[in-house]
């Protein structure tokens, strides 16, 4: 059983930064895929950033270039560093884990991810 516990996240002004951070408990098979969704009002859950466990890393078009997915495996926490935030970020922020599933795939295949964490919301303020 994967249990994923997240923490991070609030309210920064535009231009600001924030960290998430999900700390993964449990055992998890080669390959697997960790990654970050968001969930704005009214709007359906998109793929954010992920990586696998050969270490790629995928990322939404939208955030290229201004948030940096990680692994700290000594702590076995995934990590998101977000920069450069813009009021259309704001959103509740999930990490998920899914099996025998590459990066590459990750961020289009929302329904393959079977364990999740609880939510963390991100507001950016123009």
């Known amino acids: 059983l994967v249990h994923l516990m997240q923490s991070g996240g609030g309210s920064v002004q535009s231009g600001g930064s924030l960290r998430l951070s999900c700390a993964v408990s449990?055992?998890?098979?080669?390959?697997?895929?960790l990654a970050w969704f968001r969930q704005g009002p009214g709007k359906e859950r998109e793929g954010v950033a992920a990586?696998?466990?050969?270490?790629?890393?995928n990322y939404a078009d939208s955030v290229k270039g201004r948030f940096h997915i990680s692994l700290d495996n000594a702590k076995n926490t995934l990590l998101l560093q977000m920069d450069s935030l813009k009021p259309e970020d704001s959103a509740m922020y999930y990490c998920?884990?899914?099996?025998?599933?590459?990066?590459?795939?990750?961020?289009?295949?929302?329904?393959?991810?079977?364990?999740w964490g609880q939510g963390t919301q991100v507001t950016v303020s123009s």
């Open positions: 998920a884990a899914a099996l025998k599933l590459w990066a590459d795939y990750a961020l289009d295949m929302v329904d393959d991810f079977t364990y």
């Open positions: 449990g055992s998890i098979d080669s390959p697997y895929s």
């Open positions: 990586i696998d466990s050969d270490g790629n890393t």
